[in-house]
């Protein structure tokens, strides 16, 4: 996506975006530096800033942002920018459970049992009982991948319900079968 307009809002945050997100990371930014941020990098991206002619301005004024839900940990997306990213078009790479799931042990799994135990006690109610219950038990055991495959579990259906409360999700929503979490997936996005 080199030559694509990005924004990392994670990283503007300092927060991947889920009650593990804060691990690992810097403190995170007042919203209204986060704010500020964001607006330095939309600027950073306009045309105007850019100077560019209009016989070579870019036709593509797309912005590359990863699907977020209206808070990055403690900090706000400007809810017109947010309401914006709800409109656009959404790009879903469709990656199998077991890849993923290596991605999130290979991310999250080296943290301290204490700290994965912290995380998981934010969300114990909306995760339930039993599976708040196995999934401490698994950290405790030191059985992190089957920790994370409760979790994950968790999320997708999390990430589901949020899918569809979006108006116009049929005509929104593009889904792409990719093999494993790599970089190599971008190269598909870059195909559409």
Known sequence: LRNKKMIDLEGLANHRG??????????????????????????????SQNNVDAQTKNKDNDIWVEDESAHIGTVGIPKIFWLQMRKSK??????????????????????????????VLKIQKRLGGLDAKNTLQFINEEKISDAFAILLKYYDKMYAQSLQ????????????????????????????
């Open 18 to 47: 889920s009650a593990f997100g804060a691990l690992g990371q810097k403190p995170q930014p007042s919203t209204e530096l986060f704010e500020n941020l964001l607006a330095l990098e939309l600027w950073k991206l306009s045309d």
């Open 90 to 119: 959404l790009y879903f790479l469709d990656i199998p459970f077991e890849e993923r799931l290596k991605n999130v042990v290979k991310v999250y799994g080296d943290f301290e049992k204490q700290k994965l135990t912290e995380c």
């Open 165 to 192: 409360k979006r108006e116009n999700l049929d005509t929104l929503l593009q889904k792409i079968s990719c093999k494993d979490t790599s970089v190599k997936n971008a190269s598909v996005l870059l195909e559409l």
